[in-house]
């Protein structure tokens, strides 16, 4: 059989108007953002903000940042980068728990905000950022990078035009298994810890893509000792009749692929399901094949593009993740976790019966 063609698809290289970025967190995720943003022809590393000072010039030296503020005499390191007047947007990179603190200073400071998924730690959180976003004429996106991805893409364009027909069944699991480190936010209920807020989020946007918005989700998770899920499996029903099913887990190693079945074929990632190295298709009355795609860096480049395009094009929001997408997406994650008993300590409310 012929190798499969390769689709290396740059980010637009189109250039315009520099964006200053702000970096709030000098952790694993914020230097493999932060080295895939340095690709930017358009993109300036203003400032980057950590806890501590040592972290804070690290970083800031290791990327070629203008600024480096961390916390002291009063005040977060955060807070310094917010009121630096040379930063347009801040791209926060902290745990979920500090995510809405974060997001909605910054707006309430005038700046855009590309934030870490998940948006914020519930529905009501996201849509409170959503409405300061909005009031202020600001950008606002969480940062699903999967979908601003070639092959994310290219399987939207396979499922719109119809070559796998009506899609009726989606199956999609995301799981890795850390070893327990309860100082690691992967397992700290205080940080957000567990699998479903970390993880949840990349399965359901390929549902939401494929299926829209469900009718209704069920839900079972297993919590640890710490209160924090381990796993989990949502289905998601459709008022049209098809169903998508989802794992997550903190405690297998899984495939990490999503499979979309339809009434005339199916296609199949290959691949981790957040960048799909391969798309495989196959049509009811056509013969299989498989479609691949190399990405740039380490992947961010198209969805940090994309906050360029936006910010260059004066829009407050991406029409390929929205602050209500965000909303959407977080008031499924609520209802999952209503129904799997899973609680934090941030949560407002008392435990449901
Ligand atoms: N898009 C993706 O593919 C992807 C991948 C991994 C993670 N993420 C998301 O990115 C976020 C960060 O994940 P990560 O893996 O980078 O985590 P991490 O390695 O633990 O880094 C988080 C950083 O946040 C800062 N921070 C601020 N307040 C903190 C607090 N109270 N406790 C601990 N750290 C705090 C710390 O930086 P300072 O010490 O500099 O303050 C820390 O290094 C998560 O929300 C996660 O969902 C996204």
């Not at 893509?209 to 000792?225: D, H, I, R």
């Not at 459709?238 to 169903?243: I, T, V």
């Not at 498989?290 to 969805?303: A, D, I, L, P, Q």
């Amino acid at each position: 059989m012929l190798p499969a063609p390769v689709s290396t698809i740059a980010p637009s290289t189109a250039t315009g108007r520099p964006i200053r970025w702000g970096v709030v967190a000098t952790g694993s995720i914020a230097a493999r953002v932060v080295h895939d943003l340095a690709l930017l022809d358009d993109a300036v590393l203003q400032a980057v903000s950590s806890r501590t000072e040592a972290s804070a010039r690290a970083f800031g030296l290791r990327f070629g940042f203008a600024s480096a503020y961390f916390d002291g005499e009063g005040s977060t390191g955060y807070e310094r980068l917010l009121a630096d007047p040379a930063v347009d947007v801040v791209y926060i990179a902290t745990p979920h728990a500090q995510h809405h603190a974060v997001a909605l200073a910054a707006l309430a400071a005038g700046k855009h905000v590309l934030c870490e998924k998940p948006l914020a730690m519930d529905a009501g959180q996201a849509a409170e950022l959503a409405v300061l976003a909005a009031e202020r004429g600001l950008f606002l996106m969480e940062a699903v990078w999967t979908r601003f991805l070639p092959s994310f893409r290219r399987a939207s364009t396979i499922l719109r035009s119809g070559e796998i027909g009506q899609p009726r069944w989606l199956q999609a699991d995301l799981g890795f298994a850390p070893p327990f480190d309860p100082a690691s936010r992967t397992w700290d209920p205080a940080a957000g810890g567990g699998a479903l807020l970390n993880l949840a989020v990349y399965p359901l946007t390929w549902a939401l893509a494929a299926l829209g918005k469900p009718s209704s989700v069920s839900a079972q998770g297993l919590l640890t000792p710490e209160g924090i899920d381990l796993q989990n499996a949502l289905t998601l029903s459709y008022s049209s009749g098809a169903h998508a099913q989802l794992t997550t887990s903190i405690g297998a190693h899984c495939p990490s692929v999503v499979t979309i079945s339809g009434t005339d074929g199916w296609l199949r990632s290959s691949g981790p399901l957040f960048n799909p190295g391969e798309l495989v298709i196959q049509p009811r009355q056509g013969t299989l094949r498989t479609e691949r795609f190399e990405v740039f860096g380490n992947g961010f480049s198209y969805e940090l593009r994309e906050v360029t395009r936006c910010l260059q094009e004066g829009l407050t929001e991406s029409p390929f993740m929205t602050p209500s997408e965000s909303v959407r997406m977080m008031e499924l994650l609520d209802e999952a976790r209503r129904q799997m008993g899973l609680r934090y300590p941030s949560d407002s409310d008392p435990v449901p019966a």
